[in-house]
């Protein structure tokens, strides 16, 4: 069985990711990319759908781990009753192709340690060709499996139940290391990697990242540690921002909302990139910003909401029957099916952060703004429409209040585009469209009666997503109607003190089942009570969510709190971006006072 998805540690090279629980064992590994098919997923199953443990053969659990400073190298200290052992693992940063280091240092000592490695390519589906090949001096085992292949080097392993399995005892001060490099099943396997180079360089690389964070002085461990995460999360060749490096950990145990978010969402990727800026990194901002208009190039029509990470605009959705899912929840996905939807608010979303990378200093081309251009004036085409809104409803479309104010903020971003920065637009005829947006989202998203903004217009609900329009300045975070929205919000959305979404019982997403409070939404809460007047609100729950972080801070999309468990997807970049935000909106409160 997988371990509770809190548990779980990332590693990272810019490029994938892996999933590292408690236990030592790496449960979740897709290779080269992070939306390749998996050749470990423990997670989605059981050990017999691939995994690598690494631990000694006495010990129960480890007993403290940790991420060296500023990095993704995790080190796991294990103590037995005959010593102790470092375990640390990495994802190089540099290199052709793609590897995992697994280093045990002896403490003190000595420390029976064992390995069981069961390589499954295409999500378990595919059980490769296994050989032993090297010297009793520098062994090396090979497995193949079609347009996969994977080498690994380290102490000598032995079959075992469709398995691997390597034994060895480390003495204080002796260094035992394992390395896994991929590479295509159709060349020769790579050159043996030096090891200690590609610590010491990969080390080096977040390291220097890091230094260039410009902290809000509020929770700055939390803050940092968020925005290493999203640096994780942006593909190192082509800018592109995940949602995160896993698909279909459930929303709910044992239920079907479970999802792939191994691409890039236009809106997710945006926020990020707002983040990033707001922080001093300036050449994400570039870098995102030219994915961004290779991914959209061409005719406005064919914008989507969500690319593959180059780009890519086909994401088919479909079930992977040879994973049973994670706890036994099913269906496990591939692709997103949401990429054919009609989402309105991503438009605002990626106005905004091209207005953030303005900001910045990063100068438009003739090229960017004209994008920009053809994409309101389509938009402006598209105003009678109604949408799958920012939760990707299933169901009806509708009139979201959300989607209406965030195209409101795309008009409004784009007016200032020609009015502030002095490029070539019609501001005129943007500035009717946006004040026209307004006085529907008042006439029609407001209920006067209830003094509060609705989910849609055909309701008397609320969403947690309008709490964002206090952020994109839609409406001031003190006044009266968000006023009013956050207390209704606080009446029938919080459950043990944490928002919902919205309320699934409505039957507006088109699915069955119930989720749990959405981490993203209650650092918005944070936010909005801070900018609101409502500072030891804002500092008591942010207290609480930073408390929710794992043990290397790392946050899931949901949290369980009747189970006391992550949810969902991890780590959810929208929920440390999120984190960001609420915390920059404390440091300035304080600073006001």
């Known amino acids: 069985m997988p371990e509770p998805i809190e548990h779980y540690a990332l590693l990272a090279d810019c490029r994938s990711a892996a999933l590292v629980g408690r236990g030592g064992s790496i449960d979740w590994l897709c290779l080269p990319r992070f939306d390749s098919a998996s050749l470990f997923a423990r997670i989605l199953g059981d050990e017999s759908h691939g995994h690598w443990t690494i631990r000694p053969t006495d010990a129960e659990e480890c007993g403290e781990r940790r991420y060296v400073d500023d990095t993704f190298t995790l080190v796991t200290r294990w103590t037995t009753s005959t010593g102790a052992v470092d375990v640390i693992d990495l994802m190089p940063r540099a290199g052709k192709h793609p590897a995992i280091v697994r280093r045990v240092v002896g403490v003190s000592g000595s420390v029976d340690m064992e390995q069981v490695l069961r390589v499954r390519f295409d999500y378990a589906s595919a059980m490769p060709w296994m050989r032993q090949v090297g010297t009793d001096d520098a062994p090396q085992l090979i497995a193949i499996a079609g347009p996969d292949a994977v080498t690994v080097r380290g102490p000598r392993f032995a079959p075992i139940d469709h398995a691997h399995r390597a034994a060895f005892t480390v003495l204080e001060g002796e260094v035992v290391d394992t390395v896994l490099q991929w590479f295509p099943g159709e060349t020769t396997p790579p050159d043996a990697l030096d090891v200690d180079a590609a610590i010491a360089e990969t080390e080096h690389w977040w390291r220097t990242w890091a230094r260039a964070c410009d902290p809000p002085g509020a929770y700055d461990e939390h803050v940092r540690r968020s925005l290493l995460v999203l ?23 044992g239920g079907g909302r479970n999802w792939d978010y191994r691409f890039v969402w236009l809106r997710d990727a945006a926020l990020t990139l707002e983040s990033l800026m707001l922080h001093g990194y300036g050449d994400e901002a570039l870098g995102w910003r030219d994915w961004l208009l290779r991914a959209i190039a061409g ?94 409803i299933r169901g009806p479309e509708q009139n979201f209040t959300h989607s209406r104010a965030m ?47 609705r989910q849609h217009y055909g309701t008397t609900e609320v969403d947690a997503s309008l709490l964002q329009l206090a952020q994109i300045g839609y409406v001031e975070p003190d006044d009266p109607r968000m006023l009013g929205t956050v207390a ?95 915390a920059d909106a404390i440091a300035a409160a304080r600073e006001a006072e």
């Open 407 to 453: 195209l409101w903020a795309a008009f409004d971003r784009g007016i200032d585009g020609v009015r502030r920065f002095g490029l070539e637009g019609p501001a005129d005829r943007w500035e009717r469209v946006r004040d026209a947006l307004a006085e529907e989202i008042e006439r029609d998203g407001f209920d006067a009666e209830r003094g509060h903004y």
């Open 231 to 253: 640096r994780a999360l942006t593909h190192e060749q082509t800018g592109g921002i995940v949602a995160a490096p896993t698909t279909s950990l459930p929303e709910t145990m």
């Open 488 to 582: 209704e919000i606080e009446r029938t959305l919080l459950r043990d003190g944490l928002p919902l979404r919205y309320l699934t019982t409505s039957g507006v997403d088109g699915l069955e089942g119930e989720e749990h409070p959405f981490l993203a939404c209650a650092f918005w809460l944070v936010e909005q009570y801070a900018r609101s007047g409502r500072l030891a609100d804002a500092e008591a729950l942010m207290t609480r969510l930073t408390g929710l972080t794992n043990d290397v801070g790392l946050l899931s999309e949901e949290y369980d709190t009747k189970l006391e468990r992550h949810m969902g997807n991890t780590p959810q970049a929208l929920s440390h971006l999120a984190l960001v935000r609420a």
């Open 299 to 392: 005719d406005p029509e064919d914008v989507q909401i969500m690319y593959g990470i180059n780009g890519e605009r086909r994401l088919p959705e479909w079930e992977i029957g040879s994973l049973p899912g994670y706890e036994g929840s099913a269906p496990v996905r591939a692709g997103n099916g949401a990429y054919t939807q009609f989402q309105g608010d991503v438009f605002g979303e990626v106005m905004i952060a091209l207005e953030d990378a303005r900001e910045l200093g990063i100068a438009e081309d003739t090229f960017s703004w004209s994008l920009q251009v053809k994409l309101l004036n389509w938009v402006e085409t598209q105003l009678d429409r109604d949408d799958n809104g920012i939760w990707e």
